[in-house]
Each structure stands twice: as structure tokens, then as C-alpha cells.
């Protein structure tokens, strides 16, 4: 769609006609000429992705530029999805097809111009596919320098020859541990574990870790043409028998007689008798270790992923090196010795040779000129890293275990040393899991970035992130179909005039302290000896009926207690066990493995809970075929009343018909998905709307039934809040949407995939099931970081049904960041004082206006409560 000049003259988005902020604004510096000035601008017409509705913009570069707005208005999908997906479509025309395939591509925006764009650098709070072999040392690149470091450096045994540096790598055949591959643990399966009850037989199942239903009778006959007794006891069988069947590696390919004794198997091979068919044999280790490797079903990787057993490698104790390379030294320690510390030690431990000047006449003077260039340089970025408050990882601490936060804040990091310049950062909400004390470090290296010459595009909802910024860029003014538009594009002042920002509520009104009333516990819960990581032997005290937020900086032990010792000892208090999601692969058996356990024990007030209630960020489904109305439980409720239409019952037509997951309803082509996949060779792989169902994942027959005059898949098209007004009648539906439309996810629509929601959404889809459920009291709901990914309206919203949960005679106990949350609960607890094994102690703990009194709290200070002393 072309844009007129009509279009550009009406729209008051681009610089040039930014009448509003220009009469709020006097400002006539140097800096605020730069940033009005077009020709120093990014500019944008018509874009189209997404829920953005023909927008028009102009956005300075050089400069800080924040994207806000409430979640879902349409922030991500300018920032990104417009902005960097360009960029990166121009620089991929200029790299060879070959080299395409490597790259992780996103869609060509739906824009019709952009110009003046500089190439584009996203930092995103994306995973990527999870991997035990990525760490911090690798995305940061400091372990390729310490390769080099005990390569040419290291003390050496003597004898030995020198190793060269990818012999201190576990990723590469030289430096891999043989008998781990350089993970630092094995997988292991013991007798026990395959076989949990010796008394019975094969025939009664003994090997628990075999196929259930009729593969594992298939390998019971195998063993009884192989000539095994399948009907003594497992214990009486001979241990060289026993082995055998758990452990061999051979896989011999026998003839099967499935009802026939083992005399008569023998018989009738002698006769050579026609076998119902042949099978093969495949001992229950191999059965369990090729089954997790190689299963995509995570029921079945949850059922084998119980008879492995994890250890740490006998060979290398989890250093995951060969031996040659764990024997050379610097600074007295191994590499992987090394690894193990937090940077914060690291950094000590190579200062000395960092600062060591090499004279003429020194021995080995080259050896420590190299130390002296390599350590300089791994400081250089161990300082970069710690300046964003990251202090307190270690360099082997594995990407799987680090929150989305910190993955960027890693990546900030590598950027800032590169020393790029003319370049656009477009990252997404970088103080997310960033407590106010870290936020102004964040902010500084942010302030590098541009002053080495580079834009810098935030999307955010961090009020202090969103006033440290040159320009604004509001977008609203609600949520999905009532946003996509820009509502202002200027500096932070003219923002105050815009009466339809909700951003401006919140940005000119925060220095305000809150008035709060805190109400009073009606019970304590009492933890004694707790010990989880970083906290050692901890007393604490949580105040029930109440809400309870526990802070601190990043890194201080807040999870560590709350979501991790708490809900445990709950768990176990109760009687129940905390829920483990199937294992996707070794990387998430390794992350289950190395949590290390839990210590202490609740000592009073468990008679006060009845049940837990946890609430967090991970998906809510793996699949597209799991979205909001399936997850919320409404989704049998609309099945049924299609399945109640006149016309339904009259094709006898029952519930399952009206499931996309079900073959006789769904559309024959794309198995109701509602789309498929074109592999393109050299571009990214094409998900194109099925053009038998057109997207719309049911079969003719089925779409043929309508209720209120729409059919199944225009249903499921339908938003939150528009479905609440369709079902009006509904008392079920109602429930679950209410609670939906409650904690401000009314723009998302009913068939949303799984796929496609952030973790914030994630977690308030799983606040909003529960929500819906009728409340008897005595519940303790724990969440951790709610807000992530909310607008401070959003925020308001939440606090404002967990406040409901507490006025029903529950308990709220939360983890977060947000000030905004703290300063609103009836109590605080700061945990601290620093990070690592800095934290772990309780610093302050009271009231709002208490915790606001301390002079060692790093929270304390931020607080919007007034102290009372």
C-alpha cells in the first residue's frame, strides 16, 4: 500500500511534523537540533507488521531511542519486527546463498520504505536451542583466551611438550575428556535402576526400562529363542545372563514364535518352520540411551530419562579435559579449575600477571609477555561483564541455566568490547531481571554503545531506562487491534501533553512516594537451616495472608529461596511432589542434575497451608497445537455447545469432532496445524497458510457447523475481548475469559499458539487458569518476576488480582524486581547484600516504609515508600 503525501502531512509521527512535542519543548541545543534534524534520521513509512496500522515515522540516529507502550501495542514489532528484520534483509542480499542457510532469518516486514537505516544488530532475550557446550566463557569468547593463555603461559609438567590451545577446549577431539566427550558428566544405567524389582520375571516385566504394550514382548520372545529362561525370578538368573540382556551392545536378528515354549521354539527351528516374523534384539541400555537421544515425544523421554542416572565423569571429576591438558597450571590452578570460579575471581586470580612489566633480563620473559597481553585482554572483558552486575557467574556455568537477562546482558557485553560503530543495537527489554542498583550500570554501557558512534533502539517498560532516554517513541494506545499506532515520537517532555499515553501516567507521576497500608499477617510460615546454593544455613520468616515480595540484586539468592528451597520444602511438607517437566534432552537432564539439593525443613505454620500454587515463565506447550484456549480449559466448553447445535447431533457429530487434534475433524492436509513448511534451500523455510483449510485447520464437513453464525476456526480467531462479548451467555467461558481479560491479556486471541507467547504471557495465562478456579483460602501462590514483559499499567492490573487473592484468605509470595510491586506489598523481604557468594543473607525485611529505612539495603533506596522512622 503506497503512502500519499495526504498520509505524511496528517500523520504527527515523523520529526519533521512533531508540532506537539515543538510547542512543549523550548529546547534549542545543539544535541536537540541533532535529533530533530532529518537528515540525521531513520525514516519509516507505511509498516504494516503485525497490529502497526500504516505507520509513518522518523527516528534520530545516534541517539538512545526507547520503544514503550502496553504489551502488545506494537512496540516489538516496530522495533524488530520492522526495523532489524530490514536491516537484516538488506545485508543478507549481499551475502552468497551458500552462507544464507547458516543464518537464522526473520520474515521481510510488510513496510513500504525505509531509509537512512544503518545495518541493524539485534539482542534479543532468546535462548536459542539449549546446549550443555555453550557457557558464559564461550558467548563471551574469554575462554579462547585462556586456551591461548595455558597454551604459550602455563607451567608445564616437566617433560611434557606444549599443547596448543584447542587442547584446552572440551568442544574439540584434542581436548575432550575421552570418556565424558567433554560434557563432565556420563550418563550412566545400573541393574537396579533398569530392574527395580528383582523377585519378578521377564515374563512379569522385571526390566521396568523396557518398551511397555507389545515391543516389550517382542524382546521377551527374542530372549526366548535366544535360548533365556523368561519365568525364573530375576535375582536367580546367573549375573553373566543378567549383563548380558541390560548391557550387551550386540543386536542379533532371530526367528519369532510369539506363543511358543522355549523347547518348542527350539523344535521348531530345527524344523526349519516358517517364524511369524523375525526380530531383533536390543539390550535395555541401548533400548533407554537410543531412545532419549532419538525420540521426539517427550512422553517417552520422561519415561526413559528415569532408569539414567547422571554422575560426574570418574575420568576428569567434571573438568571435562584430558588429562595432558589438566595438568598444566597458571596461577596455581587447572583450566577447568579456572572455569569454576566467578569472574569476579577470575579477575583476581590474573591481575598479577596482567600488571607484571617484563624486564630484559627476566627468565622466561616471553612467556610472560604473552601472559601479560592475554590477561589484559580477559580483564578487559571480565570488567565489561561486571559492570552489568554479572559478576557472579562462572565462566563454565552453562546457557541452559541462565535466565533471558542475563543471555543479553552477555551478548551487551561482547558488543561493547567490539568497538563497532555506525551500527543500530535493537535489544529487547535489557533491564528485564535487573534490579534498580544494576539498571544505571546498564544504562552507562548503553551511553558507550552511542558515544562509539551507534543508535540504540530499546524496547521497555523500565521507567528509569525510559527518562535516561534522547527520544520516545510511545506506542498505543492499547493492546493488539486498539494499538499499532505511534502516539508520540519525541523527546521525554513532550510526553506530558499526550492525554492517551499510558506511559506519561506512569513516567511524570513515580517520584510521588505511595501511601500504603500494610495488612497484617494472619499466621507466619517459619524455614530454619535452609541451604540452596548461595544460601547457607538461612532462618526466615514469611508472613502469611499477606503479600510478600522478596528483592535484592541479580544474583543475591531471591530464587534460590523463594521458587526453589520454599516451594520444595512445601512440597514435601504436603506430601506432594514438585512437578519436573519431561527432560527435551541431556541438556535439560544436566540442568535437573547439577540444581543442587535442597537443606533446612519448615518448622511452624504449615498447618495454615493447604495447597501451593506456583506460577512461572516457562511455556505453556511446545506445540502450535497447545494455545490459550486449549490451556485455559474453555476450549471443552466450546467444543460442547458446537456439539449441541441442531445440526451437530443430526450428523452425530460429539466433541472430538471439533478438535483440530483429532483426524476426523481436522483438515486432511496440514493435520491441523493450519499451515505448512516449504523448505527453501538458501531462505529461510516458508510457513504458508494451508491451502486446503486456508488456515483454518478443520475439514469442510466440520467448518459446515456453526454456532451464533460462526464456525469453529472463527471462533478460535476471535480476541479475548471479543470473545467475551460473543459468549455472554456462557457462565464457563466467561470465567476463563474474565480472568484473561483481568490480568490484561484481552488482545491475545483464543487460538494462539503456544509458541508464539513470551514467558510474561506464559505466566499470566497460567495466573489467569487459576484465577478462574473458585477460591477456598489457605493457598500460597509463588511467582517469580510477574511483571516481565509488563507496561506499568500491566503491572497495575496484576497487582490488582493478586491483591484479590489475598482479600480471599490466600497468600502472595513473589520475587520481583519492579519497584512499583515492592512498594505496594504488605512486606519485603531484601535479600543480599551483593551477588554470589556475596548474597544469601536477609539484609532488611518489614514493612515498605521499614525496608526503606535501611542503610545497607542496595533496595532500599529505590523504594517508593516513604520511611517511617
Known amino acids: 500500500?503506497?503512502?500519499?503525501?495526504?498520509?505524511?502531512?496528517?500523520?504527527?509521527?515523523?520529526?519533521?511534523?512533531?508540532?506537539?512535542?515543538k510547542d512543549t519543548l523550548h529546547n534549542t541545543s545543539p544535541r536537540d537540533t541533532y535529533l530533530r534534524d532529518t537528515n540525521n534520521s531513520i525514516q519509516v513509512r507505511g509498516a504494516r507488521v503485525h497490529n502497526l496500522k500504516n505507520v509513518d515515522i522518523d527516528l534520530p540516529r545516534d541517539a538512545l531511542v526507547v520503544f514503550t507502550g502496553i504489551s502488545g501495542s506494537g512496540k516489538s514489532s516496530l522495533a524488530f519486527g520492522t526495523l532489524f528484520a530490514e536491516s537484516q534483509r538488506r545485508y543478507l542480499d549481499t551475502v552468497s546463498p551458500y552462507a544464507r542457510r547458516l543464518i537464522d532469518q526473520v520474515d521481510e516486514p510488510d513496510v513500504d520504505s525505509i531509509t537512512g537505516l544503518p545495518p541493524a544488530v539485534a539482542l534479543q532475550q532468546q535462548r536459542g536451542t539449549p546446549s550443555v557446550r555453550s557457557s558464559v566463557g564461550s558467548i563471551t569468547?574469554?575462554?579462547?583466551?585462556?586456551?591461548?593463555?595455558?597454551?604459550?603461559?602455563?607451567?608445564?609438567?616437566?617433560?611434557?611438550?606444549?599443547?596448543?590451545?584447542?587442547?584446552?577446549?572440551?568442544?574439540?577431539?584434542?581436548?575432550?575428556?575421552?570418556?565424558?566427550?567433554?560434557?563432565?558428566?556420563?550418563?550412566?544405567?545400573t541393574e537396579k535402576l533398569l530392574v527395580p524389582d528383582d523377585t519378578r520375571t521377564i515374563r512379569e516385566r522385571a526390566i521396568a526400562a523396557w518398551p511397555p504394550a507389545w515391543q516389550g514382548k517382542n524382546l521377551s520372545r527374542i530372549l526366548v529363542t535366544l535360548g533365556y529362561d523368561i519365568d525364573t525370578p530375576w535375582r536367580s538368573l546367573p549375573k553373566k545372563t543378567r549383563d548380558w540382556i541390560l548391557f550387551t551392545d550386540e543386536t542379533?536378528?532371530?526367528?519369532?514364535?510369539?506363543?511358543?515354549?522355549?523347547?518348542?521354539?527350539?523344535?521348531?527351528?530345527?524344523?526349519?518352520?516358517?517364524?511369524?516374523?523375525?526380530?531383533t534384539f536390543a539390550s535395555a541400555k541401548h533400548f533407554v540411551l537410543h531412545s532419549f537421544a532419538t525420540t521426539q515425544s517427550p512422553r517417552t523421554k520422561k519415561r526413559v530419562s528415569q532408569f539414567m542416572q547422571?554422575?560426574?565423569?570418574?575420568?576428569?571429576?567434571?573438568?571435562?579435559?584430558?588429562?595432558?591438558?589438566?595438568?598444566?597450571?597458571?596461577?596455581?590452578?587447572?583450566?577447568?579449575e579456572l572455569s569454576q570460579l566467578t569472574l569476579t575471581e577470575v579477575a583476581l586470580k590474573l591481575q598479577a600477571a596482567a600488571n607484571n612489566k617484563p624486564t630484559d633480563n627476566m627468565k622466561d620473559r616471553e612467556k610472560a609477555i604473552v601472559a601479560q597481553r592475554i590477561a589484559r585482554d580477559v580483564l578487559s572483558r571480565v570488567e565489561a561483564l561486571t559492570m552489568l552486575g554479572l559478576g557472579y557467574l562462572s565462566l563454565e556455568r552453562t546457557t541452559p541455566t541462565l535466565s533471558p537477562g542475563e543471555l543479553q546482558r552477555l551478548r551487551l557485553a561482547t558488543q561493547i568490547r567490539s568497538q563497532l560503530f555506525g551500527v543500530v543495537y535493537v535489544l529487547d527489554e535489557p533491564s528485564a531481571g535487573l534490579h534498580p542498583a544494576d539498571t544505571q550500570a546498564l544504562l552507562s554501557a548503553l551511553d558507550e554503545l552511542i558515544v562509539a558512534g551507534n543508535s540504540v533502539f530499546v524496547v521497555e517498560h523500565d521507567v528509569s531506562v525510559i527518562r535516561h532516554a534522547d527520544w520516545?517513541?510511545?506506542?498505543?494506545?492499547d493492546a493488539g487491534t486498539h494499538g499499532g499506532e505511534v502516539i508520540y515520537s519525541?523527546?521525554?517532555?513532550?510526553?506530558?501533553?499526550?492525554?492517551?499515553?499510558?506511559?506519561?501516567?506512569?513516567?511524570?507521576?513515580?517520584?510521588?512516594?505511595?501511601?500504603h497500608t500494610p495488612r497484617a499477617p494472619t499466621a507466619w510460615l517459619k524455614l530454619a537451616g535452609v541451604e540452596r546454593n548461595n544460601l547457607q544455613n538461612l532462618d526466615v520468616e514469611f508472613p502469611l495472608g499477606v503479600m510478600t515480595t522478596v528483592t535484592g540484586v541479580s544474583g543475591s539468592g531471591k530464587s534460590s529461596l523463594v521458587s526453589q528451597a520454599l516451594v520444595e520444602l512445601i512440597y514435601e511438607s504436603l506430601g506432594q511432589q514438585s512437578i519436573i517437566a519431561a527432560p527435551a534432552g541431556e541438556a535439560d537432564l544436566l540442568e535437573q542434575e547439577l540444581e543442587t539439593p535442597t537443606g533446612g525443613q519448615i518448622v511452624a505454620g504449615m498447618s495454615h497451608v493447604k495447597r501451593l500454587v506456583t506460577v512461572d515463565q516457562k511455556a505453556i506447550g511446545r506445540s502450535p497445537r497447545s494455545n490459550l484456549a486449549t490451556y485455559t480449559g474453555m476450549f471443552d466448553h466450546v467444543r460442547k455447545l458446537f456439539?449441541?447445535?441442531?445440526?451437530?447431533?443430526?450428523?452425530?457429530y460429539d466433541m472430538g469432532r471439533f478438535s483440530f487434534n483429532t483426524v476426523k475433524g481436522r483438515c486432511p492436509n496440514c493435520e491441523g496445524l493450519g499451515f505448512v513448511m516449504v523448505e527453501l534451500l538458501f531462505l529461510p523455510s516458508v510457513y504458508s497458510p494451508c491451502q486446503v483449510c486456508h488456515g483454518q485447520r478443520y475439514n469442510d464437513k466440520t467448518l459446515e457447523i456453526t454456532y451464533r453464525d460462526k464456525n469453529i476456526a472463527e471462533v478460535l480467531a476471535l480476541t479475548v475481548e471479543s470473545a467475551y462479548e460473543f459468549f455472554a451467555d456462557e457462565p464457563a467461558i466467561l470465567r476463563a475469559l474474565n480472568a484473561l481479560l483481568q490480568v490484561g491479556l484481552g488482545y491475545l486471541k483464543l487460538g494462539q499458539p503456544a509458541t508464539e507467547l513470551s514467558g510474561g504471557e506464559a505466566q499470566r495465562i497460567k495466573l489467569a487458569t487459576e484465577l478462574q478456579r473458585t477460591q477456598r483460602g489457605n493457598t500460597l501462590y509463588v511467582l517469580d518476576e510477574p511483571t516481565t514483559g509488563l507496561h506499568p499499567a500491566d503491572v497495575s492490573m496484576l497487582m490488582s488480582q493478586l491483591n484479590g487473592l489475598v482479600d480471599a484468605g490466600n497468600t502472595v509470595i513473589m520475587v520481583e524486581h519492579d519497584m512499583q510491586v515492592a512498594s505496594n506489598s504488605d512486606w519485603v523481604i531484601d535479600i543480599g547484600p551483593g551477588a554470589g557468594d556475596k548474597g544469601g543473607l536477609i539484609v532488611a525485611q518489614g514493612a515498605p516504609e521499614e525496608v526503606a529505612c535501611s542503610e545497607i539495603?542496595?533496595?532500599?533506596?529505590?523504594l517508593l515508600a516513604e520511611c517511617n522512622s
Request: charge should be negative; hydrophobic fraction near 35%; aromatic fraction near 6%.
Open 1 to 21: 500500500m503506497a503512502t500519499t503525501n495526504n498520509d505524511l502531512v496528517n500523520n504527527s509521527n515523523p520529526i519533521a511534523n512533531q508540532s506537539q512535542a
Open 141 to 189: 569468547t574469554i575462554s579462547n583466551g585462556l586456551r591461548m593463555l595455558y597454551s604459550r603461559a602455563g607451567d608445564y609438567p616437566a617433560g611434557q611438550d606444549m599443547l596448543y590451545a584447542d587442547a584446552f577446549s572440551p568442544n574439540t577431539p584434542d581436548g575432550a575428556c575421552p570418556v565424558c566427550s567433554g560434557i563432565g558428566r556420563v550418563f550412566e544405567v
Open 252 to 279: 542379533p536378528t532371530v526367528p519369532v514364535y510369539p506363543e511358543y515354549s522355549g523347547e518348542q521354539v527350539r523344535e521348531a527351528i530345527v524344523k526349519e518352520e516358517e517364524p511369524n516374523y523375525m526380530g
Open 310 to 336: 547422571i554422575s560426574v565423569c570418574p575420568e576428569c571429576h567434571g573438568k571435562k579435559l584430558k588429562q595432558a591438558s589438566l595438568s598444566v597450571k597458571f596461577a596455581g590452578l587447572d583450566i577447568g
Open 472 to 477: 520516545i517513541v510511545d506506542v498505543g494506545p
Open 490 to 515: 519525541g523527546p521525554i517532555d513532550g510526553l506530558r501533553e499526550v492525554a492517551r499515553s499510558h506511559t506519561g501516567r506512569y513516567l511524570f507521576t513515580t517520584d510521588a512516594k505511595i501511601k
Open 643 to 652: 456439539a449441541l447445535t441442531p445440526e451437530a447431533k443430526a450428523r452425530r
Open 857 to 862: 539495603s542496595q533496595t532500599a533506596p529505590f
